[in-house]
Each structure stands twice: as C-alpha cells, then as structure tokens.
C-alpha cells in the first residue's frame, strides 16, 4: 500500500505560482506513475499531471504550457509546479499513486492523499 500527504495548497491570486508537494511512503519499490488531479464540487475529478519512476511525463492539454510535474524518487516526493494560475483552476488538487502505466484517468490510481486547496481569486 502506498500513502500520500499533499501540501502547498493557498489562496492566490490570478497569476500566482505555487508549488504543490506530496510525499509518499509505504510501498515505494515499485515502478509505478504518480499523478496530480484536480476536483471542483459538483463535477468530477479529472487528471492534471502524471509521471513515472524514469521521469516521462503526461500533462493534460489545458494546462501544459502552465503546470510541470516532478518526481524525486530518492525523497519520495512528487510536485506539482503551477504557473500563471487562473481563477478556472481553482479546485482540491489530489495526489495518488500507482497506476502500472502512463494515463490521467483516476479510476487508474488505487491510492490518494486527502488533497490540498487551490483557490485563485
């Protein structure tokens, strides 16, 4: 089993760039993808970022010239670099662990953190 702590989420302001960390313990010898998601109450939640133990990454289209996902496996931390925020990307942003290939679909991903709140206002 894997657990995840995400922290860094803030209120800020359009434009703003924070960075959003989870860390990860418990089974973590596996090569498996990390991800961020996102979720606003009322839809559902949908991938943002996603990234292997060798680095390849997949980012959602909407947000790829804005977001870069990171992985230090040596820390077991994954993070989620966010630039020139909108106020549409408000949301609780997750971090889970471990889908066995490259996909942002949260179905994928069989553990979560309990999120961290983004608000852009």
């Known amino acids: 089993q894997v657990q995840l702590v995400e922290s860094g989420g803030d209120s800020v302001q359009p434009g703003g760039s924070p960075r959003l960390s989870c860390i990860y313990s418990?089974?973590?010898?596996?090569?498996?993808?990390l991800g961020w998601f996102r979720q606003v109450p009322g839809q559902e939640r949908e991938g943002v970022a996603a990234?292997?133990?060798?680095?390849?990454?997949s980012v959602e289209e909407s947000v790829k010239d804005r977001f870069i996902i990171y992985r230090d496996n040596s820390k077991n931390i994954v993070e989620l670099q966010m630039n020139n925020l909108k106020p549409e990307d408000t949301a609780m942003y997750y971090c889970?662990?471990?889908?066995?290939?490259?996909?942002?679909?949260?179905?994928?991903?069989?553990?979560w953190g309990q999120g961290t709140q983004v608000t852009v206002s």
């Open positions: 889970a662990a471990a889908s066995p290939f490259c996909t942002l679909l949260p179905d994928q991903f069989r553990a």
């Open positions: 990234i292997d133990w060798a680095g390849r990454r």
């Open positions: 418990g089974d973590t010898d596996r090569d498996y993808w």
